[in-house]
């Protein structure tokens, strides 16, 4: 356990080392509408890009409460480098779920390797041919693939060109694959108002091959024993994501607050009786989302670890806690607004681009309002074990 303790420590102190690094590239990643070459390879150098892969194949094989921190410290420097290191971080878990011998081929050849992809839907589609498949489509939201080695995607299964294989429910086959990023076409079409610099362009494949080994779908028995791999505990980063550029909004407008004087006014903002209602408000949105965020990943994580399985509720409530940081992050970010005044919409105020950025992440499928319905569906249901399965990916 010290062992551990002492590992986590050493990612999160590696971590903060390079935040002026990671916040100094922020205006170059605007313009360029991507992370900053030089601050993918500094994530990548000191592991966060391997960070929920398993040790077995060269990863860190971190526990969630660690990787939450990590994910908001780097947002907190700089949102579109945060949200691009979930996404690589992301994609390094999926090695969990592969062969020693592939996940040895992307992080034993190069420790810095880093994965990107979009895993949200299956845009392309999969035709089956000996030894694996011929993979041809289009996905959108490739965040952070302009600095990617390799590349996932998620994609349906086709017996032949018009019939789909269905999987033991029935339903559609769904299948995660990885390929070289040399196989892959980047579409220059991110242009956006909120998190320009993450570059999450459109990325295609046409007619490329796919072995077997290199293919997975969540319901299969991942390989790597560790309870890591017993969930999709990157999701959870999505929430710490925005928790990351809500502080940050609040961090900025209490600088400001310090030596800002409203127009026709003598008195700081931060004697004003609205400034100070806003701040109270913000506080208490972005503490109360985190503390709620961080304890369900924590009871979760110890539950996994200690062997137990995790009810429909338990991933529910997860799932909930990082909605809820998403959706409270964006609230922060239109009280801190408000309270700046004028300030908020130049752009040599960094709550202007912390704003855009805020509610650009707070619009992302995966823990956006709509999503509350699907989480309470769980929870209100007296056997939410009972409810039929849906299309797609486990819960968690």
Not at 48 to 76: N, Q, W
Not at 81 to 88: K, L, P, S, T
Not at 173 to 187: D, F, G, K, N, T
Not at 296 to 305: C, G, P, Q, V
Request: a negative charge.
């Amino acid at each position: 356990m010290a062992m551990i303790e002492t590992a986590a420590q050493s990612v999160l102190d590696a971590t903060r080392a390079i935040l002026p690094l990671v916040r100094a590239g922020g205006d170059q990643g605007e313009r360029e509408r991507r992370v900053p070459r030089h601050v993918a390879d500094a994530m990548a150098e000191i592991g966060i890009c391997r960070i929920l892969a398993p040790r077995a194949v060269g990863g860190l094989e971190m526990d969630p409460i660690t990787y939450l921190d990590v994910i908001e410290a780097l947002s907190h420097a700089e949102g579109s480098a945060g949200w691009c290191a979930q996404v690589y971080t992301a994609n390094s878990h999926l090695t969990g779920f592969l062969s020693p011998e592939v996940g040895w081929e992307i992080y034993g050849r190069n420790p810095n390797a880093i994965m990107s992809g979009t895993l949200a839907a299956p845009y392309g589609h999969a035709r089956v041919v000996d030894g694996g498949f011929r993979v041809s489509g289009r996905w959108p939201y490739g965040s952070g693939s302009d600095n990617a080695d390799w590349v996932s995607f998620t994609v349906g299964v086709f017996l032949d060109a018009d019939t789909p294989r269905l999987d033991e429910h029935g339903l559609p086959e769904q299948r995660i694959i990885v390929v070289p990023a040399s196989s892959a076409i980047i579409h220059d079409n991110w242009h956006v108002s909120g998190l320009r610099g993450t570059g999450s362009h459109d990325v295609s494949l046409q007619d490329v091959f796919v072995p077997d080994a290199w293919t997975f779908w969540w319901t299969e028995t991942p390989p790597h024993p560790g309870p890591l791999y017993k969930h999709r505990y990157w999701l959870l980063a999505h929430g710490a994501q925005r928790l990351g550029v809500a502080r940050a909004m609040i961090d900025a407008v209490y600088d400001l607050a310090q030596v800002k004087t409203p127009t026709r006014q003598t008195n700081l903002i931060r004697d004003r009786a609205i400034t100070q209602m806003q701040f109270a408000q913000a506080e208490a949105i972005c503490s109360a989302a985190k503390a709620f965020l961080w304890d369900t990943t924590r009871k979760l994580w110890e539950k996994t670890s200690a062997g137990e399985v995790a009810t429909m509720k338990d991933l529910a409530l997860a799932r909930l806690a990082s909605t809820n940081a998403s959706v409270g992050a964006a609230e922060v970010a239109n009280l801190m607004f408000s309270a700046a005044g004028g300030t908020a919409i130049s752009t040599s105020s960094p709550i202007e681009r912390l704003f855009r950025d805020a509610h650009a992440a707070a619009a992302h499928a995966t823990a956006s309002i709509p999503t509350y319905e699907q989480w309470g569906r769980v929870l209100i249901h007296p056997d939410p074990e009972s409810l039929p399965r849906q299309p797609g990916p486990p819960l968690l």
